[in-house]
Each structure stands twice: as C-alpha cells, then as structure tokens.
C-alpha cells in the first residue's frame, strides 16, 4: 500500500481531500485552527503520535489494501487506544443519540402507526448493543493491552478474548444493514420523507464509519496486540489478574474480588453465562471462579451464597429477593 498522506503534507490539505479525516482529528484531540501546519507539525504540537496518527488516516482512506503487518510496526498503542475509546465516545454518546433524535422527528409515532414504533424500538436495540460492544472493549479489552504494555500476561490469552471481539462486531454491522433495509423498504411515504432521507443519509454514513472502526479493531489493532503479547511472553512476563480456567485455589484463603462480584451476580440469580457477560468474561472463568468460591467457602448453594453476602456486607437485605 502506497501511502497517501505524509507528515510533511500541509493538514488542511488532508481535511480537504478526504472529510472524513475530520473525524479522525477530532478522536486525536487535535483541534481546528492549525493554519498552515504540515500534519507533523500539528501533531506534534497536540502531542499526538505522528507515525500513529499517519498510519491510522492511511488506513481509512484505503483499508482495503491496508499492509497490516507493516501498518502495525508504526503504532504507538497507547495513543491507537486514546483514537479507539475517543471513537466509542463519539459513537455512544454523540453519533447515536443524534441519529434517535432526527429519527424520532421523521417517524410518525401517532396512535396505530405500529411500524413506527417497531422502526424506533429496532434502533434503541441496535444503538444498546453497540453500546455494550464499546463497553466491553473499554473495559476488557483496553485493560487487558494495558496490562500487557506493563509487561504483564493476562489470564486470557487474545485469542480466547478475540473470537467474542470479532461476534460483537459482525452482530452491530449485521443489525444496522438490517435497519436500513427495513426503512428503504418498509416504511410508508409520508410528508416526511426528507427527514427520513435524513436520517437514512445519517445512517449510511455512520454505518461506513463504524464498519471502518471495527475493522481497524479487528486488524490493525489487533495485530499490535498479538504482537505486544508475543514480546510480553518472550520477556518471561509473568500471569497476574484472574486464574486461568484450569487454575484452582486451596480452600481457607480470602476472597478475591473477582470472587466477590461473582458472588453478587449468583446473589441476583444469574446463570453462568449471563455472568460472563456482564462482568466480561468467559463462561469457564466464572465455572472456575465458583470452584474457587466453594473451596473457600465450603458453601455451594445459591441460597448458601446469599446469607454469606448478606451477612459479609456484599449485599444488603433489602436487594436481596427471597
């Protein structure tokens, strides 16, 4: 892949070329107003990465003959994170939400108008999954390079984290085709038609930016973290955070934390698998967590773990539905 833009490119020339490069220096933290400056110049002086911010705006303008290898060898991670949770909080909190707002404009929500109702009830959906993705993310993901940039393995190896990564991201981008097929097919003219050309402008284009994004995540990024993995393993980093699923503990020893919230999310009554999703882990972990648990505890039942979080402060009475 030849690349397009150079450090040495004056940046409003870059704007200019291509809009969507506004988007990109707005998740940088790089403001307007940069005057004439090349694009070194101006990242330098908001202290951004320059290889890094290169190498991510020549692989939006063509990703799909993006050189991943190479591409990965010019990130910074740290500052491909910063880009990457600066994305989520656009799309979650900024893109989205003005995306319901126009919609909610177009669609005529009078009584009996039932397709409306479905149309707004599909983006809440859509828009709540996406926000659970970028949760996931921000919370396992992002961490989990962090502790690997501290020079420390985590439990989970990427692999194990990526084939759930991967799912979420083939699950948001199938449910917005979804959106937009049911709108250019389905919903009936009306005299608001421009507002809902609007809002399916909105979408289409939201829909090319985010399917941007999660291939970004799913290559580019990707690559630098099984590359930081590789290197962490290859200095001898050793384990921390949770044990690994074929790891158990002697009985007798304090909970960890980890245990504890286990042992919250039992309390409410949640299966297995709904606890792996909510605190962002894999179904065995939490299998080997509640091992762990009655080990220590010598308590198995659910209604046993219940008088031990209640009488342990873990939850309080009035939560607890008996």
Known sequence: MTEKYHDTDPMSDVISDDYRMLQ???RFGIKLGFGDQTVGATCRAAGVDVSTFLTVVNYVKDPAHARISEMAEQIDVPALIVYLKNSHTYFVDFRLPGIRRKLLEAIDLSSGNRIAMLVLRFYDEYAQEVSRHMTFENTHVHPYVETLLQGH???ETFAEIEEQYD??????????????NIIVKYYPSDNS??????VLMDIFMTDEDLHTHCHMEDTLFAECIRRLEHDVRLK?????DEPSDAQSEPAGETLS???????????KGLSNKEIAEALFISVNTVM????????KLQIRSAAGLT??????????LDDVQL
Not at 236 to 240: L, S, T
Not at 288 to 295: F, K, P, Y
Request: glycine share 6%; net charge neutral; hydrophobic share 40%.
């Open 257 to 267: 934390e980890r245990e504890k919230e286990i042992i919250v999310q039992v309390v």
């Open 307 to 316: 008088i031990y979080a209640i009488v342990n402060g873990l939850v309080n």
């Open 24 to 26: 990109i220096i707005s």
């Open 167 to 180: 799912e979420q991201h083939a699950s948001i981008e199938k449910s917005l085709s979804e959106l937009k």
């Open 288 to 295: 080997t967590h509640r091992r762990n648990i009655a080990r």
């Open 236 to 240: 001898g980093g050793q384990p921390v």
């Open 193 to 198: 038609a421009s507002l809902m050309g609007e």
């Open 153 to 155: 393995l985590p439990a």
